[in-house]
């Protein structure tokens, strides 16, 4: 039979109510009967009753995570780093995929507020009206990891998107390429890989050079999506260097060219973004812009678990540092 409330009470020759405070990390208990508790505790394999526990604190110790296409590489580092800081506080994690469709964004959304979670970080790939409204409807605290919205209504953790899309064109740019094609969201979305676009035509502007529309191509991330740009591109321009929103858009804009007998860095410069473990090892290796994705992660569960409980935020808008990693896909 498991062990109870009671049984460590009676092991470690306190209260049950002193026990109920250990638990629930109140302070009023000294350091010598804590320990007691908690040898008790490890000494039954005792494990509390969440339901219990739940509904005494109003709080049920679990986090919801919501991904938009959990297939991605980019995502499952930053659950890692979310997932990790949540087990050091105790915290269990709800992860759910929506395939980055709105309805069953929304759907999710609601389903995390029935299982009562604590809190929710939020990773989307459009960050829409709808969904700001019903997280403020069910008063869900919320953080908001790779994006964040103006005015700083949500906590964040991101980079500077437009700035490091700038520094990948700009580079390429600075490689003597003068037609520089771009593959990646539409502009008008409301997230941050979206602001990758803007980031791409003001290098090009800033340069002396023309936005050329036959040179972009708007779909999604993922590696049909950088062949099939590749291919549209193609069609009626020539390129020297294509900058890419993701490094799986990167690695199948790569294979696009290779069908094309096209020479990926000789005669197309090829840059990703986020640097996932893959770009390390595709060939050729990527050159690409590094997000820390593991800590975007950890800091944002930071984040939403001082928030969960009340507790004041250093900062309510992270923007975490990026980096330029040369590898093989942009000539030397």
């Known amino acids: 039979m498991a062990a109870s409330i009671k049984d460590v009470a009676r092991e470690a020759g306190v209260s049950i109510a002193t026990v109920s405070r250990v638990l629930n990390n109140v302070d009023v208990v000294n350091e010598d009967t804590k320990k007691k508790v908690q040898d008790a505790i490890k000494k039954l394999s005792y494990r509390p009753n969440i339901v219990a526990r739940s509904l005494k604190t109003q709080k049920t110790k679990t986090i919801g995570i919501l991904v938009p296409d959990v297939s991605n ?30 309805e069953k964004e929304k759907e999710y959304i609601r389903v995390l507020k029935e299982k009562m979670v604590d809190g929710m970080l939020y990773m989307s790939s459009s960050l829409e009206g709808e969904i700001l409204d019903l997280i403020d409807e069910l008063e869900l605290k919320t953080v908001l990891v790779e994006t964040k919205i103006s005015g700083g209504k949500l906590p964040s953790v991101t980079i500077d ?9 700009k580079y390429l740019i600075d490689k003597g390429n003068k037609k520089v094609a771009y593959i990646g969201l539409k502009k008008d979305r409301n997230n941050a890989v979206s602001k990758r676009y803007n980031g791409y035509e003001k290098a090009l502007k800033d340069s002396g050079m023309e936005v050329d529309p036959g040179l972009v191509y708007f779909g999604d991330l993922k590696p049909a999506d950088g062949y099939n740009g590749i291919n549209v ?49 595709f060939y050729p290796k990527l050159t690409t812009i590094a997000q820390p994705m593991y800590d975007m992660g950890s800091v944002g569960m930071r ?30």
């Open 161 to 169: 998107n437009k700035k490091a899309a700038y520094d990948a064109t």
């Open 303 to 332: 984040m939403l678990i001082k928030a969960v409980n009340n507790k004041p935020l250093e900062d309510n808008q992270y923007v975490l540092q990026y980096y330029l990693v040369e590898r093989d896909s942009v000539k030397k």
């Open 73 to 102: 590489q980019f995502y499952p580092e930053v659950v890692r780093g979310a997932e990790d800081v949540a087990n050091i506080y105790d915290y269990n994690i709800i992860l759910c995929n929506s395939d980055s469709d709105l």
């Open 233 to 281: 591109i193609l069609e009626n321009n020539e390129i020297d260097a294509v900058f890419c929103a993701s490094d799986e858009a990167a690695m199948g804009a790569i294979n696009a060219l290779r069908d094309k007998g096209l020479r990926c860095p000789e005669d197309v410069d090829v840059m990703g973004f986020n640097d996932v473990n893959m770009a390390a090892v």
